[in-house]
Protein backbone atom coordinates (compact mmCIF):
# COMPACT_ATOMS: atom_id res chain seq x y z
CA UNK A 1 0.00 0.00 0.00
CA UNK A 2 1.50 3.30 -1.20
CA UNK A 3 1.91 5.97 1.65
CA UNK A 4 0.89 3.76 4.25
CA UNK A 5 2.61 5.32 7.02
CA UNK A 6 1.32 8.84 5.85
CA UNK A 7 -2.33 7.03 5.59
CA UNK A 8 -1.99 5.69 9.03
CA UNK A 9 -1.45 9.17 10.58
CA UNK A 10 -4.71 10.70 9.13
CA UNK A 11 -6.65 7.48 9.84
CA UNK A 12 -5.16 7.84 13.75
CA UNK A 13 -6.24 11.67 13.59
CA UNK A 14 -9.65 10.79 12.00
CA UNK A 15 -10.50 8.69 15.00
CA UNK A 16 -9.14 10.81 17.54
CA UNK A 17 -11.27 13.47 16.11
CA UNK A 18 -14.18 11.46 16.05
CA UNK A 19 -14.10 10.55 19.52
CA UNK A 20 -13.71 13.91 20.67
CA UNK A 21 -17.01 15.22 18.81
CA UNK A 22 -15.14 17.28 16.72
CA UNK A 23 -17.19 15.96 13.54
CA UNK A 24 -20.74 14.17 13.57
CA UNK A 25 -21.38 12.15 10.49
CA UNK A 26 -19.23 12.67 7.55
CA UNK A 27 -17.79 16.13 8.37
CA UNK A 28 -14.21 17.14 7.93
CA UNK A 29 -11.35 16.61 6.52
CA UNK A 30 -7.87 16.09 6.69
CA UNK A 31 -4.58 16.43 4.27
CA UNK A 32 -0.80 15.72 4.51
CA UNK A 33 1.17 17.58 2.08
CA UNK A 34 3.76 14.73 0.34
CA UNK A 35 5.65 17.41 -2.39
CA UNK A 36 5.15 20.56 -3.68
CA UNK A 37 3.20 18.94 -6.70
CA UNK A 38 0.81 15.99 -4.25
CA UNK A 39 -0.98 15.64 -1.20
CA UNK A 40 -3.58 13.42 0.33
CA UNK A 41 -6.75 14.14 1.24
CA UNK A 42 -9.87 12.00 2.92
CA UNK A 43 -12.85 11.12 0.41
CA UNK A 44 -15.74 12.36 0.31
CA UNK A 45 -18.71 11.10 2.64
CA UNK A 46 -16.70 8.88 4.91
CA UNK A 47 -16.64 8.93 8.32
CA UNK A 48 -13.21 10.12 9.86
CA UNK A 49 -13.88 7.64 13.05
CA UNK A 50 -13.80 4.90 10.43
CA UNK A 51 -11.13 5.60 7.47
CA UNK A 52 -9.55 2.68 5.88
CA UNK A 53 -6.79 3.32 3.62
CA UNK A 54 -8.93 3.39 0.38
CA UNK A 55 -10.80 6.36 1.67
CA UNK A 56 -7.83 8.54 1.31
CA UNK A 57 -6.77 9.78 -2.02
CA UNK A 58 -3.63 10.55 -3.60
CA UNK A 59 -4.34 14.42 -4.94
CA UNK A 60 -2.09 17.45 -7.38
CA UNK A 61 -2.30 20.88 -6.65
CA UNK A 62 -4.96 21.05 -9.32
CA UNK A 63 -7.44 18.66 -7.95
CA UNK A 64 -6.84 15.87 -10.11
CA UNK A 65 -7.49 12.40 -8.06
CA UNK A 66 -4.14 10.83 -9.27
CA UNK A 67 -4.66 7.62 -7.04
CA UNK A 68 -7.96 5.97 -5.41
CA UNK A 69 -11.37 6.26 -6.37
CA UNK A 70 -14.38 8.17 -4.92
CA UNK A 71 -14.62 11.77 -4.83
CA UNK A 72 -12.17 14.16 -3.26
CA UNK A 73 -13.53 16.36 -0.18
CA UNK A 74 -15.85 18.80 -1.03
CA UNK A 75 -13.63 21.64 0.68
CA UNK A 76 -10.45 20.37 -1.74
CA UNK A 77 -10.08 23.96 -2.96
CA UNK A 78 -9.24 25.48 0.39
CA UNK A 79 -6.55 22.49 0.93
CA UNK A 80 -4.52 23.60 -2.24
CA UNK A 81 -5.31 27.46 -1.71
CA UNK A 82 -3.34 26.87 1.93
CA UNK A 83 -0.77 24.75 0.51
CA UNK A 84 -0.20 27.39 -2.29
CA UNK A 85 -0.20 30.39 -0.02
CA UNK A 86 1.78 28.15 2.66
CA UNK A 87 4.72 26.65 1.98
CA UNK A 88 5.67 25.74 5.50
CA UNK A 89 2.27 24.03 5.79
CA UNK A 90 2.08 20.33 5.25
CA UNK A 91 -0.86 19.36 7.47
CA UNK A 92 -4.48 21.07 7.37
CA UNK A 93 -7.33 19.62 9.56
CA UNK A 94 -10.79 21.28 9.44
CA UNK A 95 -13.60 19.37 12.06
CA UNK A 96 -17.26 21.12 12.98
CA UNK A 97 -16.16 21.22 17.10
CA UNK A 98 -19.22 22.13 19.15
CA UNK A 99 -17.48 25.20 20.81
CA UNK A 100 -15.63 26.81 18.36
CA UNK A 101 -18.32 26.61 15.68
CA UNK A 102 -20.75 27.67 18.12
CA UNK A 103 -18.47 30.67 18.56
CA UNK A 104 -18.32 30.54 14.85
CA UNK A 105 -21.68 30.84 14.26
CA UNK A 106 -22.76 33.22 17.13
CA UNK A 107 -20.23 35.26 14.52
CA UNK A 108 -17.56 35.65 17.74
CA UNK A 109 -13.32 35.66 16.72
CA UNK A 110 -10.98 34.43 19.45
CA UNK A 111 -8.95 37.44 18.66
CA UNK A 112 -8.06 38.62 22.50
CA UNK A 113 -5.45 37.02 24.41
CA UNK A 114 -6.17 35.51 27.28
CA UNK A 115 -4.86 32.24 27.83
CA UNK A 116 -1.01 31.35 27.86
CA UNK A 117 -1.08 27.56 25.54
CA UNK A 118 -3.52 29.79 22.93
CA UNK A 119 -1.07 32.60 22.71
CA UNK A 120 2.24 30.69 22.47
CA UNK A 121 0.91 27.51 20.01
CA UNK A 122 -1.29 29.32 17.63
CA UNK A 123 -1.90 33.38 18.76
CA UNK A 124 -5.28 35.48 17.25
CA UNK A 125 -7.57 33.33 15.91
CA UNK A 126 -9.77 35.25 13.21
CA UNK A 127 -13.41 34.68 12.10
CA UNK A 128 -13.61 33.78 8.53
CA UNK A 129 -16.45 35.51 6.39
CA UNK A 130 -19.11 32.58 5.95
CA UNK A 131 -18.50 31.38 1.72
CA UNK A 132 -20.65 28.49 0.57
CA UNK A 133 -19.19 25.51 0.97
CA UNK A 134 -17.55 23.45 -2.30
CA UNK A 135 -17.20 26.90 -3.90
CA UNK A 136 -14.08 29.30 -4.49
CA UNK A 137 -15.57 31.88 -1.77
CA UNK A 138 -14.77 30.00 1.29
CA UNK A 139 -10.61 29.82 -0.14
CA UNK A 140 -11.14 33.38 -0.86
CA UNK A 141 -11.76 34.60 1.98
CA UNK A 142 -9.49 32.44 3.94
CA UNK A 143 -7.12 33.77 1.17
CA UNK A 144 -6.52 37.45 3.18
CA UNK A 145 -5.56 35.62 6.46
CA UNK A 146 -3.85 32.96 5.71
CA UNK A 147 -0.52 34.01 5.69
CA UNK A 148 -0.56 35.73 9.07
CA UNK A 149 -2.63 33.26 10.98
CA UNK A 150 -2.76 29.23 12.01
CA UNK A 151 -6.19 28.80 12.87
CA UNK A 152 -9.74 30.15 11.10
CA UNK A 153 -13.18 30.01 12.63
CA UNK A 154 -15.19 29.95 9.54
CA UNK A 155 -18.79 31.60 9.94
CA UNK A 156 -21.51 29.75 10.27
CA UNK A 157 -19.69 26.55 9.56
CA UNK A 158 -16.43 25.61 11.66
CA UNK A 159 -13.08 25.60 12.38
CA UNK A 160 -9.67 24.97 9.82
CA UNK A 161 -6.07 24.37 11.73
CA UNK A 162 -2.94 24.24 10.10
CA UNK A 163 0.38 23.27 11.26
CA UNK A 164 3.84 22.60 9.70
CA UNK A 165 2.78 18.64 9.92
CA UNK A 166 -0.79 16.82 10.77
CA UNK A 167 -0.82 16.01 13.71
CA UNK A 168 0.17 19.86 14.85
CA UNK A 169 -2.98 21.09 13.18
CA UNK A 170 -4.58 18.48 14.99
CA UNK A 171 -3.18 19.69 18.16
CA UNK A 172 -4.20 23.04 16.92
CA UNK A 173 -7.92 22.02 16.96
CA UNK A 174 -7.97 20.49 19.88
CA UNK A 175 -6.27 23.61 21.58
CA UNK A 176 -8.61 25.87 20.02
CA UNK A 177 -11.59 24.02 21.17
CA UNK A 178 -10.85 24.14 24.57
CA UNK A 179 -9.93 27.67 24.72
CA UNK A 180 -13.42 28.09 22.72
CA UNK A 181 -15.05 25.90 25.92
CA UNK A 182 -13.34 28.22 28.27
CA UNK A 183 -14.11 31.16 27.03
CA UNK A 184 -18.08 30.19 26.49
CA UNK A 185 -17.81 29.44 30.31
CA UNK A 186 -15.82 33.15 30.63
CA UNK A 187 -18.63 35.18 28.70
CA UNK A 188 -21.41 33.61 31.02
CA UNK A 189 -19.16 34.68 34.10
CA UNK A 190 -19.01 37.74 32.64
CA UNK A 191 -15.93 38.70 33.29
CA UNK A 192 -12.48 38.24 31.99
CA UNK A 193 -9.21 39.97 31.68
CA UNK A 194 -6.77 39.98 28.41
CA UNK A 195 -2.93 39.59 29.04
CA UNK A 196 -1.06 42.72 29.25
CA UNK A 197 1.00 43.74 26.03
CA UNK A 198 4.59 43.54 27.06
CA UNK A 199 3.63 39.60 28.73
CA UNK A 200 2.01 38.99 25.61
CA UNK A 201 5.32 39.97 23.75
CA UNK A 202 7.29 37.90 25.95
CA UNK A 203 5.03 34.93 24.83
CA UNK A 204 5.92 35.04 21.26
CA UNK A 205 9.54 35.29 21.87
CA UNK A 206 8.93 31.34 24.32
CA UNK A 207 7.02 30.55 20.87
CA UNK A 208 10.83 29.66 19.41
CA UNK A 209 11.03 26.70 22.18
CA UNK A 210 8.12 25.18 20.33
CA UNK A 211 8.67 25.48 16.76
CA UNK A 212 5.70 28.33 16.37
CA UNK A 213 6.52 30.82 13.82
CA UNK A 214 6.88 34.14 16.19
CA UNK A 215 5.09 36.49 13.52
CA UNK A 216 1.51 34.34 13.18
CA UNK A 217 -1.34 35.37 15.03
CA UNK A 218 -0.19 38.18 16.33
CA UNK A 219 -2.96 40.53 18.76
ZN1 LIG B 1 -17.01 21.75 7.07
Do not use: W
Amino acid sequence: MNYKNEKDRIIELGKRAYNRGFVASNDGNISIRLDEERFLITASGKSKGYLSYDDILLCDMQGNILEGSGRASSEIRMHIMVYEERSDVNGIFHAHPIYGTTLAVAGIALDQPILVEVIVSIGKIPLVEYGTPGTDKLPNNIKKYVKNHEAFLLEKHGVLTLGTDVETAYYRMETLEHFSKIFFNLKQLGTYQTMDENEVKKLYQARKNFGVREDVGVY
